[in-house]
C-alpha cells in the first residue's frame, strides 16, 4: 500500500499540470485573439468617410462645339444619385448579389453557411458570401490583399457601415463604385459601354444583363461572350422571379426581348492621344493628379473633333502610303507551331469588339497557305482570314511557304507562323473568312498641326502615327530643317524690303566662301538652271539659287530679325543658308508663323483651352481675348499669300489643291530628303505637315514635300474645310493687279502674248514696258 502512494500522487500532479496548461493556454489564446482584435480595431480606416464619400469622377473633355473630345480618368465613371437609378436595376444586383441585403445588417450568417456547405460539398470554393456592404468596404476602405484579417477586419467595417448609412447610401456607394468590364466603372458608365444608353433608359433586359456582371465581368462581357451573358441574364431574372420582384412573365419577356449592343460611341482617346497628352501637361501642372483624374473637371477646348478625326486619319493613310513605296520589310517574326495558341489568345484579348472591325489593322499569324492559288490563312486571335495575293500585291513578289519557321532565303516569304499585319477589307461571317490585305506599321513619322489664324486656337494636332508606342510629341517637340518651307518668310521679308513678284532675279550658277577657307555652291532641287526667272516662278518651282541670292540682297540680319517677329522661339541663324531653310524648327512653329500670312499680318498667341469648370460648375479658369500683335502690313501678307497660290496651283505643291477653293501653302525638302514638309491654308484654317524618320534618313523616292507631306495635307484640309463656307483671299485697298511680261518682269500691253496679271503693293509697280528704256518701280 505504501508503494502505491506515491504513484497515486503523481498522477494527480500531472493531471493537475496539465490542466493548469490547457487553462493557461486558453487564457493565452484568448488575450491572443484579444489583443489581436484589438490590434486590428485600432489599424481599422474610419467609415464616417464614406459619408461624405465622393467616388473618383471622370474629367471631361470638350471640342469648340461642346461635343465630347476626351477623358481622363484612372478609372471610368459618372457617378448617378440613387434616385435616378431604376428601382428594377436595384433589385437586379440586390437579387443577384445579395437577396438579404435589406434584412441584413452587414454580414449575412446563413449565407456564409450556405456557402461554406456548397464549397465543402464541391471540394472547390464555388460560391462566396460576401454582402453588397462588405463589398463596398472592401473595394474603398480596404486593400485587395488575401488574407484572413482582411475577412476579419471586412465583416467589422461592414457592420458599422450598417450603423453610419442608410441601405439607400451603401446602395448609392456600391452602384456607382463597382467595376463592370469594358473599362466601365458604375452602373451608368456601364450602361452607356453596352448598350449607349443612360441608365434610366435601361429595359428589364438590360438591367438584368448588367446585374449578372459582377460575378466575372470579363467572361460575361455581351460584347465578347453573348452566350455566356444570355446565361447569367437569365440566372438574374430568375433570381428576380424568386425575390417577387418581378412575374414570370414579366421574366419570359425579358429573355425573348431582342438586345442590341450598341456601344455608345467611345471617346476615341486614340486619335486625340498627343492632344490630350498636351492638354494632360498642363493641367496637372495647375490642377493636380488628383483634381485632373479623380475631381470631375469640365475642359472646355479649341479642338474641333472632325478635323481632329481627319488629321489622324490623313496621318495614318499617309504614312502607309509613303512605307509602302519603300516596299514590304517582311514578316514581324516567326512562331513555332506551338507558339501560335499562346499568341493567338493574347492578340483575341486586345480585340474590344465581336467581329474584326472592316478597315481596321490586326496582328495576325499565317496557319495556312495555298500557293497554287496564291492565298494564305491569317489567324487574328481566335477567328480566321483569307489574305490573297491580290491583296499583297504591292509588296511584290511574296513566296508563299508551307512549312513553320524563318525561311533560309530572305526573309519577305509568308511561312507558317510568320507574324503579319493585317487590315481588314470585308467582314467576317461566324468567325471564318473575313478579307484581309497584308498590311504593315510604318516605321516613318509624321506630324500635323492645325490652328485657327483668327484666333489662335490650334483646332488638331498629332503627334505620330502611335500614341501608345511613342509618346514622343513631334508636332511640338521635334526640331527639324524647315527647307524650302521657310521660304515664304525670306520672301515676306523681301516684299517689306522693296522687291515685289515681278523682280527678276538670274538663276544662275553661284559660289560663296563658306568661311573655312572653301567655298559653299547652292544648287537647285532638279539641279537645272533658268536664267532670269520673276520672284512668283522662282518662289512657284522652289529654286534654291534664286532664294539665296534674295537674302543676300535684303541682308541674312534682317531676314532673321523678320523671322524672329513670326513668333519662332527656335535660334535663327544669320546665314545666307538660312535662305534655304537651314534652321531647326518645329511643326507647331512653323504652322505659327504662316498664320501670320492667313491673317492678314497680324500675330495672335495659340490656346489649346477655353474654359475650365469644377464637376460643381464652378469656372476655375478662362480664357481672355488675345491681343493681336501686327507683323507686318495686310498688302505684304496678301502679296505672299498670292505668290503661295501660285505653288498650289501650279509648282511644287499642286497635289495640295483643293478642288473650289483658293489654297497657299509651300512645300519643304531637305537635303537627301530626310525631312518632306507642306504648311498651307485656306482663309480660315491653316495647317502644316511635316513627315521623317525619327533617325535623320533619306525618305528615298518620292520623299519630297510636294510627294510626302502634301497629300496627307490634302486629304486632312479636304475633310476639315467640307463644311465650311468657300473664301477667297481678300486683297486690300492698297494692292493693285496690273498686266506684265513674266520673261521680263515690266508691263505688258493688254493682249500681248503670255501677258500675265500680277499684284503689287501700290506704288511698287513696274514703270516702263517691254521695249521701253527706263524699266523701274514707279515712285519707289
Not at 448617378?80 to 443577384?96: C, D, E, G, T, Y
Request: hydrophobic letters at 40%.
Amino acid at each position: 500500500m505504501d508503494r502505491k502512494a506515491p504513484v497515486k500522487r503523481g498522477g494527480k500532479n500531472i493531471l493537475t499540470a496539465l490542466m493548469l496548461f490547457a487553462v493557461t493556454a486558453a487564457i493565452v489564446l484568448v488575450l491572443g485573439v484579444a489583443g489581436y482584435l484589438f490590434y486590428l480595431l485600432a489599424r481599422l480606416p474610419k467609415v464616417d468617410r464614406l459619408a461624405d464619400y465622393k467616388p473618383p469622377i471622370v474629367s471631361q473633355v470638350f471640342g469648340d462645339d461642346g461635343s465630347l473630345v476626351g477623358e481622363f480618368y484612372l478609372e471610368r465613371r459618372i457617378v448617378v444619385p440613387v434616385n435616378k437609378i431604376p428601382r428594377k436595376l436595384i433589385q437586379a444586383f440586390v437579387a443577384a448579389e445579395d437577396s438579404s441585403f435589406y434584412s441584413h445588417g452587414g454580414i449575412d450568417y446563413f449565407g456564409i453557411v450556405r456557402a461554406a456547405v456548397k464549397n465543402v460539398l464541391s471540394m472547390r470554393k464555388k460560391e462566396g458570401a460576401s454582402t453588397i456592404t462588405q463589398q463596398v468596404t472592401k473595394s474603398m476602405l480596404l486593400t485587395s490583399e488575401k488574407k484572413f484579417s482582411r475577412k476579419i477586419k471586412e465583416a467589422i467595417l461592414a457592420k458599422r457601415l450598417e450603423e453610419k448609412l442608410t441601405k439607400d447610401e451603401i446602395l448609392y456607394l456600391y452602384l456607382n463604385q463597382i467595376y463592370l468590364g469594358g473599362g466601365a466603372y458604375g452602373v451608368q458608365a456601364a450602361a452607356e459601354t453596352y448598350f449607349g444608353k443612360d441608365v434610366d433608359q435601361l429595359n428589364l433586359a438590360e438591367i438584368a444583363m448588367l446585374a449578372g456582371l459582377p460575378k466575372a465581368p470579363n467572361a460575361y462581357s455581351p460584347v465578347k461572350h453573348l452566350e455566356k451573358a444570355r446565361e447569367r441574364q437569365a440566372y438574374v431574372l430568375d433570381r428576380m422571379v424568386k425575390e417577387a420582384y418581378i412575374t414570370q412573365a414579366e421574366a419570359d419577356h425579358a429573355r425573348s426581348t431582342p438586345l442590341s449592343i450598341h456601344p455608345l460611341k467611345k471617346v476615341n482617346n486614340e486619335q486625340s492621344a498627343y492632344y490630350l497628352e498636351c492638354l494632360r501637361i498642363q493641367l496637372e501642372q495647375k490642377y493636380g493628379e488628383d483634381q485632373l483624374y479623380k475631381g470631375g473637371l469640365k475642359i472646355y477646348t479649341t479642338m474641333n473633333a472632325g478635323m481632329q478625326r481627319a488629321a489622324y486619319e490623313s496621318i495614318r493613310s499617309g504614312l502607309k502610303a509613303v512605307d509602302k513605296r519603300q516596299g514590304f520589310r517582311g514578316p514581324q517574326k516567326f512562331l513555332s507551331e506551338g507558339e501560335v495558341e499562346a499568341f493567338c489568345n493574347k492578340v483575341e484579348e486586345g480585340i474590344d469588339s465581336a467581329v474584326l472591325k472592316t478597315g481596321e489593322t490586326y496582328q495576325g499569324v499565317v496557319v495556312g497557305v495555298n500557293p497554287a492559288r496564291g492565298e494564305a490563312i491569317v489567324r487574328v486571335g481566335d477567328r480566321k482570314g483569307i489574305l490573297s495575293r491580290k491583296n499583297m500585291s504591292w509588296a511584290g513578289k511574296v513566296a508563299l511557304l508551307n512549312t513553320y519557321g524563318k525561311p533560309e532565303k530572305g526573309n519577305r516569304s509568308l511561312t507558317l507562323g510568320a507574324v503579319i499585319e493585317v487590315m481588314v477589307v470585308a467582314p467576317e461571317i461566324n468567325k471564318e473568312g473575313a478579307q484581309l490585305a497584308l498590311d504593315q506599321v510604318p516605321e516613318v513619322q509624321a506630324a500635323l498641326v492645325a490652328i485657327d489664324p483668327r484666333t489662335g486656337g490650334v483646332k488638331a494636332m498629332v503627334g505620330g502615327y502611335d500614341f501608345k508606342k511613342s509618346q514622343f510629341n513631334r508636332a511640338m517637340q521635334s526640331k527639324r530643317n524647315a527647307g524650302s518651307a521657310f521660304k515664304p518668310i525670306i520672301y515676306a521679308a523681301a516684299l517689306d524690303k522693296g522687291l515685289t513678284p515681278a523682280t527678276v532675279i538670274e538663276d544662275s550658277e553661284v559660289e560663296y566662301p563658306d568661311g573655312a577657307g572653301g567655298s559653299w555652291k547652292p544648287k537647285n532641287y532638279d539641279g537645272v538652271f533658268r536664267g532670269p526667272v520673276t520672284m512668283r516662278e522662282a518662289l512657284t518651282n522652289s529654286i534654291n539659287i534664286v532664294s539665296v541670292k534674295i537674302m543676300e540682297q535684303i541682308g541674312a540680319s534682317y531676314a532673321a530679325e523678320y523671322a524672329k517677329k513670326l513668333g519662332f522661339t527656335a535660334q535663327i541663324p544669320a546665314n545666307l543658308a538660312l535662305a534655304l531653310g537651314a534652321v531647326s524648327v518645329s511643326p507647331m512653329e512653323l504652322t505659327m508663323a504662316y498664320t501670320v500670312f492667313a491673317n492678314k499680318g497680324v500675330s495672335l498667341p495659340t490656346s489649346f483651352i477655353t474654359k475650365v469648370t469644377d464637376n460643381d460648375g464652378v469656372i476655375l479658369q478662362q480664357s481672355v481675348e488675345p491681343v493681336p500683335i501686327p507683323v507686318m502690313s495686310p498688302e505684304t501678307s496678301y502679296v505672299i499669300t498670292n505668290l503661295m497660290q501660285s505653288v498650289v496651283s501650279s509648282g511644287t505643291g499642286h497635289r495640295a489643291s483643293i478642288v473650289g477653293r483658293p489654297v497657299a501653302g509651300k512645300t519643304g525638302t531637305t537635303n537627301d530628303s530626310k525631312d518632306a514638309w507642306f504648311v498651307g491654308y485656306v482663309p480660315q484654317l491653316v495647317a502644316g505637315v511635316w513627315v521623317g524618320f525619327d533617325q535623320e534618313r533619306s525618305l528615298g523616292a518620292g520623299g519630297s514635300g510636294g510627294q510626302a507631306a502634301a497629300p496627307i495635307w490634302a486629304e486632312f484640309m479636304q475633310k476639315s474645310v467640307a463644311e465650311l463656307p468657300v473664301e477667297d483671299f481678300v486683297a486690300p485697298e492698297n494692292v493693285s493687279f496690273v498686266l506684265i511680261n513674266p520673261r521680263t518682269g515690266k508691263l505688258a500691253r493688254e493682249g500681248a502674248p503670255g501677258a500675265i496679271m500680277e499684284c503689287f503693293i501700290k506704288g511698287t509697280e513696274p514703270a516702263g514696258y517691254d521695249g521701253e528704256a527706263g524699266w523701274g518701280m514707279r515712285d519707289h
